[in-house]
């Protein structure tokens, strides 16, 4: 899903996009000549590998994105939330892709290992 960096205005513009078991929702405002804002949610399941066991299992999934967009080479680059989308497109699509790539390249266990036999405690 793509959306025109210039149909971008000053009032915030909703979107929502679903894909794969993802629902990713929020709004773009321009912030400046060269920028937008995005605020959104993604919420849904993501279907991971357990770094331990390496057994797939479905993990809940929700997070709040506040992204500034650019459609020109941001010079300075110490802001990481920056993307820059120099063909004129929003690509909504590449930002869901990215944070759930984000989400898969961090260390993650499978509930059964999360847990660890060891230290499983029930609390009441
Ligand atoms: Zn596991």
């Not at 997070?63 to 300075?76: A, F, H, R, Y």
Request: one cysteine or more; proline letters at 2%; a negative charge.
């Amino acid at each position: 899903m793509k959306i025109l960096f210039d149909k971008v205005q000053y009032t915030p513009k909703d979107f929502r996009f679903e894909e794969g078991g993802l629902l990713f929702k929020g709004s773009l405002t321009r912030t400046g000549g060269h920028s937008i804002e995005l605020e959104g949610t993604i919420n849904g399941d993501v279907e991971l590998d357990c770094n331990r066991c390496g057994a797939t299992f479905h993990y809940p999934y929700e997070t709040t994105l506040k992204l500034l967009l650019s459609d020109q080479i941001v010079g300075n680059k110490d802001d990481l939330d920056i993307i820059e989308f120099l063909d004129g497109q929003i690509d909504i699509s590449y930002i869901l892709e990215s944070e759930i790539n984000a989400l898969k390249s961090d260390y993650l266990y499978c509930p059964k290992c999360d847990n660890g036999e060891d230290s499983f405690e029930i609390e009441f």
